[in-house]
């Protein structure tokens, strides 16, 4: 089963930005929708972005509506989170991941099924 990989976590202030990536070696998002969640330790996952398979849907969740930028590249490779004005209760660690392309490439932040190792973003003043 193809694995994802995600990078572009680091150690940021206040009002910054970073931007993260997640790659499939040897595979492609062609098919599918992709996702971003963030996990903070003893706290439920939270789905923050999607993308949908065409790349023209997107979705995102109060909490970083406004301030991050899902995006996926036209070889569909790679799908980006662009984070800007990161606040401290944005630490925690990012994972992406992927799930079959849904109807009239759409996409909703439930249901994948193949996750990423994560990256840690940290947002201290």
């Known amino acids: 089963q193809s694995r994802l990989v995600a990078s572009g976590g680091g150690l940021v202030q206040p009002g910054e930005s970073l931007s993260l990536s997640c790659t499939t070696p040897?595979?492609?998002?062609?098919?599918?929708?992709v996702a971003w969640f963030r996990q903070i330790p003893g706290k439920e996952r939270e789905g923050i972005a999607c993308v949908g398979s065409t790349g023209e849907y997107k979705q995102y969740a109060d909490s970083v509506k406004g301030r991050f930028t899902i995006a996926r590249n036209l070889a569909k490779t790679t799908v980006y989170l662009q984070m800007t004005d990161l606040k401290p209760e944005d630490t925690a660690t990012y994972l992406c991941?992927?799930?079959?392309?849904?109807?009239?490439?759409?996409?909703?932040?439930?249901?994948?099924?193949?996750w990423g190792q994560g990256t840690q973003v940290s947002v201290i003043s």
């Open positions: 040897g595979d492609s998002f062609r098919s599918y929708t």
């Open positions: 991941a992927r799930r079959q392309a849904q109807i009239s490439s759409t996409c909703t932040l439930d249901r994948y099924t193949t």
